[in-house]
């Protein structure tokens, strides 16, 4: 096995520049599947059926088609559809961000059923409009219960996010990539950023079982 990782070193930095990248990629991502995510839900849960309908329309689209045929066909479709040349970065926040919102709502969906009926009924007896109580009443609490789904998620989004690198954004793994082009050497860079994914992750992980313990103290 010829390896030979001291010729990267140099490299690594460049590499570890994709970080940024991907954590902004990622944060913004997660930020328009969670806020769609939540509309979509609510759209399941409530009595207008044509808005449920086009809520489990949209679910079942985004997760029966693949994330990455999604994302080419942002990046490569809108600009012959509507003149406007969408950046990469755009495209993958736009077919990562839908795509989540898929799960999310049903992440979130469940939260809500898990919440105690009796809860519904006691604010429709104190005359609560429907507005506030889910505001107010049922969603903090469905919250607190997918808050490790959305965690799952969240980590889920920050592997996944490596694909956006055949669109050409910087990332982690395009990096990685030219890193490895230039040498004509692939092992040892895609393993640098295989080990980066991993810290990045476990990094996550730690933190959402910080926040899940914390909120736990407060029951």
Do not use: C
């Amino acid at each position: 096995m010829n390896l030979d990782f001291t010729q990267f070193v140099p490299n690594i930095p460049y590499i570890l520049q994709g970080i940024l990248v991907t954590l902004k990629f990622v944060s913004v991502s997660a930020i328009v599947g969670f806020v769609l995510g939540t509309i979509l839900a609510l759209f399941k849960i409530g009595r207008v059926r044509f808005l449920s309908w086009i809520a489990d329309a949209y679910t079942s689209v985004f997760r029966g088609t693949p994330l990455i045929l999604q994302l080419l066909l942002f990046y490569h479709a809108t600009p012959q559809l509507t003149g406007y040349d969408i950046s990469a970065f755009e495209a993958g926040v736009l077919s990562f961000g839908l795509n989540s919102a898929a799960y999310i709502s049903e992440i979130i969906r469940a939260g809500i059923r898990a919440v105690d009926s009796g809860q519904n009924e006691a604010a429709a007896a104190l005359g609560i409009p429907y507005r506030p109580m889910m505001r107010d009443i049922i969603l903090p609490q469905a919250m607190k219960n997918i808050l490790p789904a959305l965690m799952n998620e969240f980590i889920t989004l920050t592997k996944e996010s490596a694909i956006v690198s055949v669109i050409g954004v910087f990332d982690i793994m395009r990096r990685s990539q030219i890193v490895a082009a230039e040498k004509f050497k692939y092992f040892e860079p895609l393993l640098i950023a295989g080990i980066i994914y991993y810290l990045l992750v476990m990094v996550l992980t730690l933190v959402g079982k910080l926040v899940e313990r914390r909120m736990s103290r407060s029951d």
